[in-house]
């Protein structure tokens, strides 16, 4: 017998029949899976918010979860809304991609220079912890109140995270491919980007939602204190309730940055699934 | 080390290359004096037990690592296969294959081709679209050949390929390396690195005996049988016989 057919054959019961494609019916059962549980977590905390106004507690200054939404209605068919959530995004994805660029470019240098590493390895990671309202200060000394002292806090904050995640991304790299790309003749440049860098991107991404994170914590301190004027950012709606102690409104601000955060951490999530579908890892 | 000079006869030389890890009271000696050449187009198996330093070995002829003393020449381009395959995660199996073809820059309007031939090689024509983990074990490693191809070798490394696989996959592996290495239209050189002592005699022109701790040759053996050979046929199980008995020998020298 052959044994190039018996190979053939082989290969064909090694890789089985595959699995059998779904049908639409089991696509809605499946987003109905995945939603279910998000609607009732939902549900119990209007619940429990609900108990907490009956029970009195604060009652002058905590409105009920009702008066909270229907303020956040009136405040979305108002313009001003939409502006301010259109200028606040506009800065986090501004200073986001900006510490992404810095952050990457640092992290590479660091991950594969060992001189680099060991001069500021550890600064990185000590940059990382240091509060965002630390660098409010320097930020408008340097700059004044406007954007670029916002971006720079933003970017003092997100681009160590973005350098760090990088860098464990180069760590975890298996040993035996970059073997596999040296032996191939993989070199500098070429080794770098077709092997150290996909071979980082798992974790890296991992590490770019977290980077996000500290984006945003950045942002809304920065807002807070950094007040530009003309641009009515969510730091402004924020600083326009606290002086008229208007709770209602600024639950609903917060409702607002609690809605963008889920919305970006599933953007995250699909990205997430995508790379680990890719390597086979689900 | 030299890779230019074709006019010597040997593909691969080791001339009293030694190998030490570490310094002082705590160095490890993984190799010892070894000395060995390997004629063009010849299929040399290096068998030995555990700490015969045989990947030691395959590091340095590969230029991945540099004797403490002695010489390695090899004449021509290696590649290097592992007991993992070793492929990126991240590329399909023709992406990993064109990859070693980018490497050594190979035009990209050729790539293609190419790479669908050492697919085809490989009996993986239509598997080209797949990515690592879909594909089985010993398909895999095929992949792995199959890139380790691209790379033009003259010399291919190989590092205890098959000892990962079932023992169904791994007999037809030999059959398609015996196949494969007829197929590529030149000689090509091969080191195989195994502590299967019948997939030793199944497959090498010659196997080569290390002793362990520090690793040193201390026999060879021609096989002078006839190919295709099948690794169950008596031939081979006498001479394996022969050499396991040496082989152990050797390893419970250790235990004394």
């Not at chain 1, 606040?88 to 001189?115: K, Q």
């Not at chain 1, 639950?251 to 953007?267: F, K, N, R, S």
């Not at chain 2, 993986?124 to 890139?147: C, D, W, Y």
Request: with cysteine; proline share 5%; hydrophobic share 50%.
């Amino acid at each position: 017998m052959a044994s190039d057919t018996t190979l053939a054959g082989l290969d064909a019961l090694d890789l089985g029949d595959g699995a059998p494609g779904g049908g639409a019916r089991d696509r809605v059962a499946r987003i109905a899976h995945v939603v279910w549980p998000k609607v009732a977590a939902v549900a119990l905390a209007w619940v429990i918010w609900e108990i907490i106004h009956l029970t009195g507690w604060k009652h002058y200054v905590l409105p009920g979860p009702g008066v909270t939404l229907s303020n956040l209605w009136g405040q979305a068919r108002t313009g001003l809304l939409w502006h301010a959530i259109g200028d606040t995004m506009e800065r986090a994805v501004l200073g986001y991609a900006l510490a992404l660029v810095i952050g990457t470019v640092v992290g590479l240098l660091v991950a594969r220079v060992p001189l680099l590493r060991t001069a500021v390895g550890s600064l990185i990671t000590g940059l990382q912890t240091m509060p965002s309202a630390a660098w409010i200060p320097f930020a408008i000394i340097l700059f004044g109140l406007n954007t670029s002292a916002i971006l720079f806090i933003i970017v003092m904050a997100a681009a160590p995270a973005v350098a760090n995640a990088l860098i464990a991304g180069v760590d975890y790299t298996p040993p035996l491919l970059l073997k596999a790309g040296k032996v191939m003749g993989l070199r500098g440049l070429s080794l770098t980007g077709y092997l150290i860098l996909p071979a980082a991107l798992p974790t890296f991404v991992a590490g770019l939602k977290q980077a996000w994170a500290f984006t945003w914590h950045a942002l809304l301190t920065a807002e807070l204190l950094v007040l530009v004027a003309g641009q009515p950012s969510i730091g402004v709606l924020f600083q326009a309730d606290q002086d008229q102690t208007d709770m209602a409104s600024t639950i609903a601000v917060m409702i607002v940055i609690l809605v963008l955060g889920v919305l970006v951490d599933a953007a995250f999530g699909v990205a997430n699934k995508a790379i680990r579908k890719r390597w086979g890892l689900t | 080390m030299s890779t230019t000079a074709v006019t010597e006869t040997a593909a691969v030389t080791l001339a009293g290359v030694s190998k030490v890890y570490g310094r002082g009271g705590t160095a490890v000696r993984a190799l010892d004096q070894v000395t060995l050449a390997t004629a063009p187009g010849e299929f040399t198996c290096l068998i030995g037990a555990s700490g015969c330093g045989k990947s030691t070995l395959l590091s340095l002829a590969a230029g991945l690592d540099r004797p403490t003393s002695g010489d390695i020449t090899v004449n021509g381009r290696v590649a290097l296969m592992f007991q993992e395959p070793g492929l990126f995660p991240w590329l399909t199996a023709a992406g990993n294959v064109a990859l070693a073809l980018r490497a050594r820059k190979v035009p990209r309007s050729e790539r293609k081709a190419r790479t669908r031939e050492l697919l085809d090689a490989v009996q993986l024509g239509g598997f080209g679209a797949k990515r690592p983990h879909e594909l089985s074990g010993g398909m895999r490693q095929r992949v792995a050949l199959a890139r380790a191809l691209a790379q033009d070798a003259d010399v291919l490394l190989m590092d205890e390929p098959f000892g990962a696989l079932d023992a169904m996959t791994r007999d037809l592996l030999h059959d398609e390396l015996d196949r494969v290495r007829e197929r590529v239209g030149k000689r090509l050189t091969v080191l195989f690195v195994t502590h299967n002592v019948r997939e030793a005699v199944r497959l090498g022109d010659r196997v080569v005996l290390l002793s362990s701790r520090p690793g040193r040759v201390i026999a060879e053996y021609p096989v002078p049988l006839a190919r295709p050979r099948r690794i169950d046929s008596a031939p081979v199980a006498e001479l394996a016989s022969v050499i396991t008995d040496r082989l152990r020998e050797e390893v419970s020298r250790h235990g004394q």
